[in-house]
């Protein structure tokens, strides 16, 4: 296999995960107002599940990986989870969810295999692949996001406040491709494959993938 660049794995894994993208059926049920409030609350119910994990998976890469320029990134990602978090609570309160109700829902297996991938990766795998499975999943997820916003403003009469968990997962932050793709690049310098490393993306789209498949199962 010829040499790689960073770049020229964030732009591959990106044109991998592009070619794979699915038709996302709940957020066009979503956007013509045809999701029940009911299914909402599985939105609010898997996040809740997905946030509290995403959050721990993160720490733990910060906690393996505590040099630069891995160790600072996996902590602001943490500390962004975790400020999510707080912002989920208002989306279930608007679906009249209290956080007894987010802990006691009971959460779909198929929705859950992104947070599974997420924890073991950061259990077992290396801090490039992580970096580039979310810099490559990530405007994906970012335009799910605006769209859910957008439709949960126009159909449910959801407040700014209610809907400020999915605005705020709508855009990365300025500097998150080029810390992610450093991160990526320090991978690659001490020797770690690139094949291993571009594997992670296609996994965990292939698991959000499921996530959505999940919310609209059934839904006509």
Not at 60 to 79: D, I, N, V
Request: charged share 20%; net charge negative.
């Amino acid at each position: 296999m010829p040499d790689h660049t960073a770049v020229e794995l964030v732009a591959r894994a990106r044109e991998e995960n592009s070619a794979a993208a699915m038709p996302n059926r709940f957020l066009d049920l979503l956007e013509h107002g045809r999701v029940p409030i009911a299914r909402l609350s599985w939105l609010a119910g898997e996040e809740y599940r997905i946030v509290d994990s995403d959050r721990r998976s993160f720490a733990l890469l910060a906690a393996r990986y505590p040099e630069p320029p891995a160790g600072a990134f996996f902590l602001a990602l943490a500390q962004g989870e975790s400020q999510a978090f707080h912002l989920l609570h208002d989306f279930a309160a608007a679906l009249g969810m209290s956080e007894k109700d987010l802990r006691a829902y009971e959460p779909h297996p198929s929705a859950q295999a992104y947070p599974a991938y997420l924890a073991q990766r950061a259990m077992f795998g290396t801090a490039a692949e992580v970096a580039l499975a979310l810099l490559a999943n990530f405007e994906e997820w970012g335009t799910y996001c605006a769209r859910t916003a957008s439709a949960l403003r126009t159909h449910y009469r959801c407040t700014d406040e209610a809907v400020a968990f999915f605005s705020f997962f709508a855009e990365s932050p300025a500097d998150f491709p080029e810390q992610a793709t450093a991160v990526v690049a320090a991978g690659l310098a001490s020797g770690e494959s690139p094949e291993d490393i571009a594997r992670a993306p296609r996994l965990l789209h292939a698991y959000e993938t499921s996530f959505w498949d999940a919310m609209a199962e059934d839904l006509t």
